[in-house]
Every structure is written in C-alpha cells, then in structure tokens.
C-alpha cells in the first residue's frame, strides 16, 4: 500500500502561481511513477504531469511552459508547481501512483491522494 496525501491549493487569480505537494508513505517510494491529474466539474479526470521512476518527465499540453513537476526520493515526496495560473485550471487535483509502464492514463494508477481544490479566479 501506498499512502498519497496532497497539500497546497487554494484559491488564486489569473496569472498566480502555487505549489502542490504530495507526501507519500508506505512501499518504496521510488518505484512508482508519480503523477499529478485533475477533475473539473462534469469532466473527467485528466492528466496533467508525470514524472517516472527515472525521472523523465512528460506533461499534459495545456500545462507545458507553465507547471513544472518534480520528485523528491529522500523526502518521498512530489511537488507540482503552477504558474501562470488560468481559470480553465481550476479543478481537483490529485497525486497519483502507479508501478506500471504506462502512465497517462487514470486507470493505470493503483494509488491516489484525496485531491486538493485548485480555484482560479479571473
């Protein structure tokens, strides 16, 4: 079992910038492949970054150039920080873990966060 726990929204107007962090527990933390998604009202849940057992990184389009996602194996920890803030990115955002080769899609996740509320105001 892993234990995901995600801290650091809030509510902030366009063009802010805030941090997501996500502190995990349980089973090795570098073996997983850890990524941020997030659900908006009436959507479905979508990816937003990844960052894998090795440290490559990939992130959603609609994020790249603006949040930058990282990880911390000492401290178990993985840190999304958001810049340039729009309202489109207001949604729930959640940490994820998963120990399979793949990685954008929710259902190859096997661990989540309870998920964190991001409000963007214009």
């Known amino acids: 079992q892993v234990q995901l726990v995600e801290s650091g929204g809030g509510l902030v107007q366009a063009g802010d910038s805030l941090r997501l962090s996500c502190a995990a527990s349980?089973?090795?933390?570098?073996?997983?492949?850890m990524g941020w998604f997030r659900q908006a009202p009436g959507k479905e849940r979508e990816f937003v970054a990844v960052v894998t057992r090795i440290s490559l990184i990939y992130y959603a389009d609609s994020v790249r150039g603006r949040f930058t996602i990282s990880r911390d194996n000492a401290k178990n920890t993985v840190t999304l920080q958001m810049k340039g803030l729009k309202p489109e990115d207001t949604a729930i955002y959640y940490c994820?873990?998963?120990?399979?080769?793949?990685?954008?899609?929710?259902?190859?996740?096997?661990?989540w966060g309870q998920g964190t509320q991001v409000t963007v105001s214009s």
């Open positions: 994820a873990a998963s120990d399979e080769a793949s990685f954008g899609k929710p259902r190859v996740y096997n661990y």
């Open positions: 349980g089973r090795t933390f570098s073996n997983y492949n």
